[in-house]
């Protein structure tokens, strides 16, 4: 099993003083915000092929 690699930056406040939360895989505390967070892959493969969309008005251009 390969390591995953570290965030460095939290996504809600952008500080840099993250610490592992509670041996919980992929989950994360933010001294800065005090904010407990994880995170979780949802799939592989481009977002049509996973059900999903990029979230954007305009889809990206097909190449
Ligand atoms: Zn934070």
Redesign the pocket.
Known sequence: MTQRAVPFY?P??G?EDLQPYADKHGAWW?Q??R?AWSLSMIGIGTPSRLGGSLGEDEPPAES
């Open positions: 939290c809600y406040c500080d933010c800065s915000c904010r």
